[in-house]
């Protein structure tokens, strides 16, 4: 199993490009999860997806549009990168969203806006 | 808002000593998370616990649920425990799907 994978592992932006962010899963889990991580700030959830075919809000949604393609893709789109949006960004998988699941992570997308 | 905090920030330990690091949070919760973060950046779950204390090799996790803190230990440190350490819970109540995160303990044992 490869667990969960992300692509790109890096990326370089201009102010104003787009682009998606992909991330696939191989545990038939249910429950997927964006977050970001910023240099002195604990990992901050953008968007999750309870199961195939939802999706809501986290913490900092602002800026960032998901799709949850099937059970096992969940993508993060940024339609017009900023500067503030230079992070490094995370997939991570859960069984399903209750309590009793741990998380499992992908490997990560460094993603540098100018 | 859960609010989280870790201490410390940063631990410089020799190789074989024993460490602790610690967490605390300011509302109820439903489930604490203990998590590893490499030098690479890869993040692996340690441990999920609700209550009480659990084991895995030379880590061990503690909760008090009354007070509001768990603490992490590493027996026999080695340098290829050096990574940082982040605490996540799971705050109670309806709805309540999100982990608040630390902003975690880096660790760095010396040979």
């Known amino acids: 199993n490869a667990g969960v994978t992300q692509t790109p592992k890096f990326q370089v932006l201009k102010t104003g490009q787009s682009m998606t962010l992909q991330c696939a899963q191989d545990?038939?889990?249910?429950?997927m999860y964006w977050y970001r991580q910023d240099p002195g700030m604990g990992l901050r959830l953008i968007y999750y997806?309870?199961?195939?075919?939802?999706?809501d809000k986290g913490e900092v949604p602002n800026g960032y549009n998901v799709s949850r393609l099937n059970k096992r893709e969940f993508s993060l789109r940024l339609e017009s990168a900023a500067p503030s949006q230079t992070s490094v960004y995370f997939c991570?998988?859960?069984?399903?969203?209750?309590?009793?699941?741990?998380?499992?992570f992908g490997p990560g997308t460094r993603l540098t806006v100018t | 808002k859960n609010e989280v905090e870790q201490s410390p920030q940063n631990l410089t330990a020799q190789e074989g000593e024993f460490i602790t690091i610690n967490c605390s949070y300011s509302?109820?919760?439903?489930?604490l998370h203990w998590l590893q973060q490499h030098p690479g950046g890869g993040i692996v779950s340690l441990f999920m616990?609700?209550?009480g204390k659990k084991k895995h090799g030379r880590l061990i996790a503690t909760i008090n649920i009354q007070e509001k803190h768990s603490s992490l230990h590493i027996t026999a440190s080695h340098p290829r425990d050096s990574a940082v350490y982040i605490c996540?819970?799971?705050?109670?109540?309806?709805?309540?799907?999100?982990?608040?995160f630390g902003k975690g303990t880096k660790l760095s044992v010396i040979p």
């Open positions: 991570a998988s859960s069984e399903a969203l209750v309590t009793s699941y741990e998380q499992y």
């Open positions: 545990m038939n889990h249910n429950s």
């Open positions: 997806s309870a199961s195939e075919g939802t999706t």
């Open positions: 509302v109820g919760i439903s489930a």
């Open positions: 616990l609700s209550s």
């Open positions: 996540a819970v799971r705050s109670r109540g309806a709805g309540s799907y999100q982990l608040t």
